[in-house]
């Protein structure tokens, strides 16, 4: 371990101060500091999928938990009031009380809290949710309530339904969870509706012609995904041209007056680079029902028309009926190679596709979610005032629950149970892109992605029985190569 060669090296008592001054730095972290801690930001580099949660490395993560909570222990407050606690540690507040309308919670990180007699909810991040670390045993009244904006790529275990029924609460981006974050990726409406990039067909036809581009463009640096996106993108390049500036299939460079690695682009540069372009390709790095990025965002904004692959219900939040080309609507790539072609040669049946900038926004669905939505996103520039960021707002929602189930109890009648299913987030199996370039061949135990699924599913229903036994479940973590063992 790490910091074990440190206690035996000459110059410990530096290292443990040093940690020290790093611990004190970091619990002395308020309200205020907590959006930019997260490192919440929607404009990061998208080609890389990398969204929200950078987790630190698992052993430097344990020691800093360790050494926190030996120095929280010293310093514990008695709350009065619910407590909240991120069992999977995510926003770093040691304990901070925060009203939430009329009412108060006590939200925390430490785990020293668990033991406490006001604790009511566990709050869990997805992708840290793990089956051998768990609050156990449960009793009747832990509420147990998961955070899940991340694709499912980073845990499979929550494609489940064994797994989701373990929870009461759930955030996801799907439509049935209790506090959907669907449009996590957007930033407003008028954001989606400006003009700013927006290029006419004929600027766009000139650029086809002079700076020699391809009508789709393509962006990912994350290849073999889950989605199996690069194999469609491969085939559909037999039937129209496709120029990919990212990792993934690179044929093309950037254009010489940006002349940086993508990464060191500014958001305005690689805006501007998608203008140029007719279509953009908008695959997810996985498919789930109401899976959305700012890569269907993105176009839209900059006035390309997106190619979507990932939620198949895309259409409940695209601006318009014709706002979007929907891949899977396409019998093969072949087909939809030759519309796409059709679409380049007629610009009245293009601009089709974009009358919504001018004439706005007919998706009632879609224009509903962004009035209601209480939090906004928390990236600098894009940062709205007033605006609190889902995580807070998602905290107060749990703890808006604890008094209305308390106020239930003190009149004397018992709520009914209330759990999460597989609707709140279960993502399907991952599959393959067929010859045709339909999304529609198993991969099995041989393909990395379809594998891992299976063994979460296993592993799940593991989980599930002995959670109810109330342990701790250690199964097979350490066996990923032997896929096909059954325990
Ligand atoms: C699953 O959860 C959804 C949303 O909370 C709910 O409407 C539905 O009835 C649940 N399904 C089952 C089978 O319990
Ligand atoms: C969009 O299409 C759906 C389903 O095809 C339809 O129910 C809806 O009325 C259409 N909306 C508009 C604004 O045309
Ligand atoms: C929370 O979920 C668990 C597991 O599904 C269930 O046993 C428990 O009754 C639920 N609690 C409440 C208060 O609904």
Redesign the pocket.
Same mark, same amino acid.
């Given at each position: 371990m790490r910091i074990r060669r440190y206690f035996k090296c000459l110059c410990c008592v530096l290292v443990l101060f040093m940690f020290w001054t790093l611990i004190s730095y970091l619990i002395s972290f308020k309200d205020e500091d907590f959006p930019e801690d997260v490192a919440y930001d929607i404009f990061v580099d998208e080609t890389k999928d990398e969204h929200v949660h950078v987790p630190l490395d698992q052993e430097i993560h344990e020691e800093l938990q360790n050494l926190r909570h030996k120095n929280a222990m010293t310093d514990l407050k008695d709350p009065k009031v619910p407590i909240i606690l991120w069992w999977t540690e995510f926003t770093k507040d040691p304990g901070t009380e925060r009203f939430c309308g009329n009412n108060k919670c006590f939200f925390t990180n430490n785990r020293q809290y668990s033991k406490h007699k006001n604790l009511k909810t566990f709050l869990f991040y997805g992708t840290d949710f793990r089956g051998d670390d768990l609050p156990l045993p449960?009793t009747?009244?832990?509420?147990?309530a998961l955070l899940h904006e991340e694709s499912p790529k980073n845990n499979f275990l929550l494609c489940h339904d064994e797994v989701l029924?373990?929870?009461?609460y759930t955030s996801t981006f799907r439509q049935e969870s209790d506090f959907p974050i669907t449009t996590q990726y957007l930033v407003s409406l008028e954001w989606l509706q400006q003009m700013t990039y927006y290029k006419t067909v004929s600027q766009k036809n000139k650029y086809q012609k002079e700076e020699k581009l391809a009508p789709v463009i393509y962006v990912q640096s994350d290849c073999d995904t889950p989605s199996d996106r690069d194999e469609f993108v491969k085939l559909l390049m037999k039937y129209i041209s496709v120029d990919s500036y990212g990792a993934c299939i690179n044929n093309r460079q950037l254009p010489t007056q940006i002349n940086q690695p993508l990464s060191g682009m500014s958001h305005k540069d690689y805006f501007e680079l998608i203008s140029h372009y007719k279509f953009a390709l908008a695959m997810e790095n996985a498919v789930c029902p109401d899976y959305i990025t700012e890569k269907l965002w993105r176009p839209l904004m900059v006035g390309t028309v997106p190619i979507v692959f990932g939620s198949s219900r895309a259409q409940d939040f695209l601006p318009s009926n014709n706002s979007a080309i929907i891949l899977e609507n396409f019998k093969s790539a072949e087909h939809l190679g030759a519309y796409l072609g059709n679409l380049n040669a007629q610009d009245d049946k293009y601009e089709v596709y974009r009358t919504w900038k001018s004439n706005g926004i007919s998706n009632d669905n879609l224009r509903n979610v962004m009035r209601t939505r209480t939090w906004g996103p928390t990236s600098d520039s894009h940062w709205t005032p007033g605006y609190k960021n889902f995580i807070e707002e998602y905290e107060c929602y749990l703890c808006q629950k604890i008094y209305e189930?308390d106020l239930l109890k003190s009149q004397g009648s018992k !709520? !009914? !149970?209330?759990?999460a299913n597989l609707s709140h987030y279960g993502c399907p199996k991952p599959l393959k892109f067929d010859s045709m370039g339909r999304y529609n061949k198993e991969g099995g135990w041989q393909n990395f992605w379809s594998g891992q699924w299976m063994q979460k599913n296993k592993e799940g229903v593991t989980l599930k029985s002995c959670v109810s036994k109330g342990k701790n479940y250690c199964g097979s973590e350490k066996k990923v190569g032997n896929v096909k063992k059954d325990f």
């Open positions: 449960r009747e009244d832990h509420i147990w029924s373990l929870f009461n189930m !709520p !009914p !149970p209330k759990t």
